[in-house]
Each structure stands twice: as structure tokens, then as C-alpha cells.
């Protein structure tokens, strides 16, 4: 046993880390969330080939090669708590750690998704400064630490800050994000490349329409879309 490994041991009986979903304390192997809880997630299974309504979100607006979303989100899911813990509380390491469980998941499911850039949903300066970080980006990192790709935060950036999309009704949230977002031409051998958009949880599909379309109006060709969650009803 190495000394780290050691002091962690002991750190542990004294201070248990706890599971962020049920509370009960993690072994020296579990990180954020037990084995329990992780085999529990509510699964989409849309990398399987289940009925993808996170696509269909936003198919009359914008289209995607691919769309996946690991775990179906709702307000009374135990596992909004993981959603918090890294938008609210800091914890931006939880989301690349989910962000890796869930590129692990699809590569043992055999899913490979071609990934040459990889475009966190970039948030709005002023939010990002508030927040203290963007949790796509460390989701992003989570993914491309298991499937490879550049993270890209140069290609889309958010022009418009947004009021919040919870607080408005379904109606009104494609006119408040619709033009939020402008990408840039870095160079124009980038078009061809394989892109994946990520962000943290996908509702009405306003926003990731919103990135898509900007991204295509310049030129790229290959995008797909991988959230955490996905919220069938909001
Ligand atoms: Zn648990």
C-alpha cells in the first residue's frame, strides 16, 4: 500500500466521504457516488438505440448526427443531488468523473463517438466568473479522457447572456436562446472535423438547438451532441 493510499485509509475512518446520492460512506474505491447508486442511475439507454426524445427535442430546429444523454433527470430524482453538487457547489470534479463513467459505459456497450473537437456549451463570461468555472468543460474533459478529442472553447462562444431557462416557459425559451451563441472561424480545415457538443443536462433542446445551428451557419458539418441528463418534463 502506497503512503497515499494510506493516509486516505485513515482520513476515511475519521472523516468519511459520503456518497453524494444516498449518503452512505464510500470505500477507499468509490469516488462522489457508491457502486449502489451508480448501478440505479435512471438510464436513457440512448446510445443503445432506446426512443431518443432528446433528439427529437430539437429536430424541427437544428440537426444532429448523433445525440446522447446518459440519465433521465425529473424534480423528484434523488440524482438531481449529483446535478447540484457540481453547478452549485463547487464540485467540478464530480462532473468529469461522470463525465468518464459515462464514456466507459458507451465504449463497453461498444459505442465509440467520433470525437476530433470537443465544445462544452460554453456559459455566458459573467455567469462563468460568478460560478468560478463552466461544469461542461470538466465534463468534457471527463469524456475526452476516455474517447480522445481537443476540447475547444474557442470555436462557440456565448454572445448573449440568457435569463435562467427553468423560470420560463417552454414557449418563450427557443426566442430567449435562439441567438445566444456565435461560433468563429478558427481555420477551415476544421469543418470536416468530427465535433461533439456536451452540456450538463438538455430540457426543451433550446440551447443545444441554438449551438448547433450557430456552429453550422459557419461551416461545420459533423456535430453531435452528448449531455449528462436529459429532462423529459420540465
Ligand atoms: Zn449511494
Same mark, same amino acid.
Request: proline fraction near 2%; charged fraction near 25%.
Given at each position: ?31 462522489? $457516488? ?163 457538443? $456536451? ?23 459533423? $456535430? ?11
Amino acid at each position: 500500500m502506497r503512503l497515499k493510499d494510506i493516509i486516505s485509509a485513515v482520513a476515511d475512518l475519521f472523516y468519511p466521504r459520503l456518497c453524494i446520492v444516498c449518503g452512505s460512506a464510500l470505500t477507499s474505491s468509490e469516488k462522489h $457516488i457508491c457502486t449502489s447508486c451508480i448501478a440505479s442511475i435512471p438510464r436513457t439507454n440512448f446510445h443503445l438505440g432506446a426512443r431518443n426524445s432528446a433528439e427529437e427535442s430539437f429536430a424541427g430546429k437544428a440537426y444532429a448526427n448523433r445525440v446522447f444523454s446518459w440519465f433521465f433527470h425529473s424534480h423528484d430524482s434523488k440524482f438531481n443531488k449529483l446535478i447540484y453538487s457540481f453547478k452549485y457547489n463547487n464540485n467540478y470534479k464530480l462532473a468529469e468523473y461522470l463525465g468518464e463513467l459515462y464514456a466507459k459505459e458507451m465504449l463497453s456497450d461498444g459505442i465509440k463517438l467520433n470525437s476530433d473537437y470537443i465544445i462544452p456549451v460554453p456559459l455566458h463570461p459573467k455567469r462563468k466568473r460568478k460560478r468560478g468555472y463552466n461544469q461542461s468543460v470538466h465534463i468534457a474533459k471527463g469524456f475526452s479522457n476516455i474517447f480522445g478529442g481537443d476540447i475547444r472553447e474557442d470555436i462557440l462562444l456565448r454572445t448573449k447572456e440568457t435569463e435562467t431557462q427553468t423560470k420560463k416557459i417552454r414557449f418563450d425559451r427557443w426566442d430567449n436562446m435562439k441567438d445566444a451563441f456565435e461560433a468563429c472561424i478558427i481555420n477551415e480545415c476544421d469543418f470536416e472535423k468530427e465535433i461533439v457538443i $456536451i452540456d450538463d443536462v438538455t430540457t426543451t433542446g433550446s440551447t443545444i438547438a441554438a449551438c448547433i445551428i450557430a456552429l453550422r451557419e459557419k461551416g461545420y458539418k459533423n $456535430i453531435s451532441v452528448l449531455t449528462l441528463a436529459y429532462a423529459e418534463k420540465w
